[in-house]
């Protein structure tokens, strides 16, 4: 009969890590302990599977093929584990959060917003937020929450997701534009104005609705901008009309340096999904933000 595999779950706890940061050293840093620590933790690991786990460079570890199938096999193992602990030693929200969220939805004020209030009611909690283009591997970066458009591919085997709001895009120009041209009153207007729009959408026609109707307009871009932000800019600086979600200029709306154009036409109808790592048992902090956003966002923030 063969003996039973002896394991430290510290060791394997400290392997994950090197897996997920890349170096003994960062993996040092998070636990707040020396390199050497790690590296007896990773020896001793490997002395009781009998398995070489790393190979190690000069500046960077890479997995053995063993140890990619550990680090994969033992991933969903420890989350569950951590969250388990940690939530039967406190109910209450505290720590760091982690967040993975596009740089369009940062750049709405209300999101910010949002952002802020949970953090005041729930002040033990730290929020560690990465806006960033790409959608981010929530599991093996180790990510609490992500926020997706709808269009992202979901791994639904992995992961939970919730529908938030709907998200469209409208008509805007600055005060500024405004004041200088011709008021737009009807949609054939549109093509007789500058626009400012995202390179993503190059200078195909545009489909606008309203209710059942809907229209294709051409643009006369005269500047792309890679991304909202870049066209946001654009915007505020006047340069033409932009199709931005509403809730990225909605505290300019009301103060009145962004104006609505047309406002019962929008486009691009999409909505905003939250999503989670599917285990069982959900640290207190992580429980507490999903409920927050959700409710926030049924609300109408």
């Known amino acids: 009969m063969q003996p039973p595999l002896r394991v430290n779950l510290n060791d394997l706890d400290t392997f994950e890590r090197v897996a997920r940061l890349g170096t003994l050293r960062a993996a040092a840093k998070e636990l707040g302990v020396p390199k050497s620590t ?19 460079g000069p500046r960077q570890v890479t997995l ?4 990619a199938e550990l680090e994969a096999r033992s991933r969903h193992a420890l989350r569950e584990l951590r969250a388990l602990t940690l939530g039967l030693a406190t109910d209450e929200p505290r720590g760091l959060l982690r967040l993975t969220v596009l740089p369009d939805l940062m750049m709405s004020a209300r999101f910010g917003l949002l952002l802020a209030e949970f953090r005041r009611a729930y002040p033990d909690v730290v929020l560690d937020i990465d806006a960033t283009p790409r959608i981010a591997d929530i599991i093996a970066e180790g990510f609490d929450v992500g926020f997706r458009p709808e269009t992202a591919q979901v791994d639904t085997d992995t992961l939970i ?7 469209d895009s409208r008509l805007f120009a600055s005060r500024t534009y405004v004041e200088r041209h011709e008021l737009v009153s009807r949609i054939e207007d549109l093509e007789e104005h500058d626009w400012v729009y995202l390179s993503a959408r190059a200078s195909t026609p545009l489909e606008l609705s309203r209710g059942d109707e809907s229209r294709l307009v051409t643009p006369r871009v005269v500047a792309y901008g890679s991304d909202v932000s ?3 800019s654009l915007l505020r600086a006047g340069m033409g009309i932009a199709l931005v979600p509403p809730m990225y200029v909605q505290d300019e709306v009301d103060e009145g340096t962004i104006v609505p ?5 929008e486009a691009d109808r999409e909505r905003l999904l939250m999503v989670w790592p599917r285990q069982r048992f959900l640290l207190p902090r992580v429980r507490a933000f999903l409920d927050f956003v959700s409710k926030s966002f049924t609300s109408g923030v």
Do not use: K
């Not at 790690?38 to 786990?53: K, P, T």
């Open 230 to 232: 870049s066209v946001l």
């Open 161 to 167: 997701l919730r529908r938030l709001g709907s998200t």
């Open 64 to 67: 053995t093929e063993s140890g």
């Open 261 to 265: 154009l047309l406002p019962d036409w």
């Open 38 to 56: 790690i590296g007896r933790h990773i020896a001793r690991l490997e002395e009781a599977m009998e398995v070489v786990l790393l190979h190690r």
